[in-house]
């Protein structure tokens, strides 16, 4: 019974002690997002909306900006477009930047960017890591 009690007062110790050591040690993500964001931070106001299709870590990381989900899992709204298969519906949101993969993805991102409206209302301002390409708004968002 004291070979048994000693055991697991050893294992418990052990994890305890690898628990808080992996709590200390950084979570870093995908270094295309990492690298996005920070560019995103750096380089845009922090009122400004960010479209994105893997909002995950940029949006985690892009502080109080407005995220603008392409996929929709954020906005209720944006389901029934894409249901009605418009799945450029957050264009409409006119974001003031948008993060897009190169080339585009096929079902939300391209829709878009092929739209005539996309290349006079945006044009590219960075490749912060490769597959990415960040386009900002060349004019500010038009009233609804």
């Known amino acids: 019974m004291p070979r048994r009690g000693a055991a697991l007062l050893v294992a418990c ?11 200390e040690l950084p979570r870093t993500g995908h270094p295309t997002y990492e ?17 994105a299709m893997d909002i995950g870590l940029v949006g985690f990381r892009i502080g109080e900006r407005r ?18 298969g418009r799945s450029d519906w957050w264009l409409d949101r006119q974001p003031d930047y948008v993060v897009l993969h ?19 209302q945006y044009t590219a301002v960075a490749d912060p890591y490769i597959g990415i390409r960040i386009s900002g708004r060349r004019y500010p968002a038009t009233p609804k």
């Not at 690298?35 to 479209?51: F, G, H, K, L, M």
């Not at 995220?67 to 009605?84: K, N, P, Q, T, Y």
């Not at 190169?102 to 006079?120: C, G, I, N, Q, T």
């Open 35 to 51: 690298r996005t964001a920070e560019w995103i931070n750096a380089n845009t106001p922090p009122d400004a909306s960010v479209a």
């Open 67 to 84: 995220v603008v989900d392409m996929c929709s899992l954020v906005h209720a709204e944006g389901a029934a477009e894409i249901a009605a």
């Open 102 to 120: 190169r080339p585009p993805r096929e079902y939300f991102e391209k829709p878009a960017f092929e739209r005539e409206d996309f290349a006079a």
């Open 13 to 23: 110790a052990w994890l305890s002690v690898t628990t808080i050591g992996l709590a």
